[in-house]
């Protein structure tokens, strides 16, 4: 059984930087997608940052371009979204997500139905 574990999100002022981190209980060995979804109070929930885990590539939402990071560490099996330059647009509840390794290409990175394993999510503000 495994679930997933989103933390460090908090309040920033507009131009700092957070760290989100998303950890696994129980290990799944293959090049799953992992990704990073927010929802603005109100608003549908959408996709921030998706890749595979063994990738370094790695699909971004325009919003976020040059900003945000998503990266794994191996050595700790954790996920992370490193959150630069940081914006009032940026406030929202974030998630980790993971699911089947499936391609990515064009716009399919977006749809969160891909995704079957879900993090409970963490709340980050910008003033």
């Known amino acids: 059984h495994v679930q997933l574990v989103e933390s460090g999100g908090g309040s920033v002022q507009a131009g700092g930087f957070l760290r989100l981190s998303c950890v696994a209980s129980g290990s799944i060995y293959s090049d799953a997608c992992v990704g990073w979804l927010r929802q603005v109070l109100g608003k549908e929930r959408e996709a921030v940052a998706v890749?595979?885990?063994?990738?370094?590539?790695?699909y971004y939402d325009d919003a976020v371009k040059g900003r945000f990071t998503i990266f794994q560490e191996d050595a700790n099996d954790t996920l992370y979204l490193q959150m630069n330059n940081m914006k009032s647009d940026d406030t929202a509840m974030y998630y980790c997500?993971?699911?089947?390794?499936?391609?990515?290409?064009?716009?399919?990175?977006?749809?969160?139905?891909?995704?079957?394993?879900w993090g409970q999510g963490t709340q980050v503000t910008v003033s």
């Open positions: 890749k595979h885990r063994r990738s370094d590539s790695a």
């Open positions: 997500a993971a699911g089947p390794s499936i391609p990515l290409y064009g716009d399919n990175w977006r749809n969160e139905r891909y995704f079957d394993l």
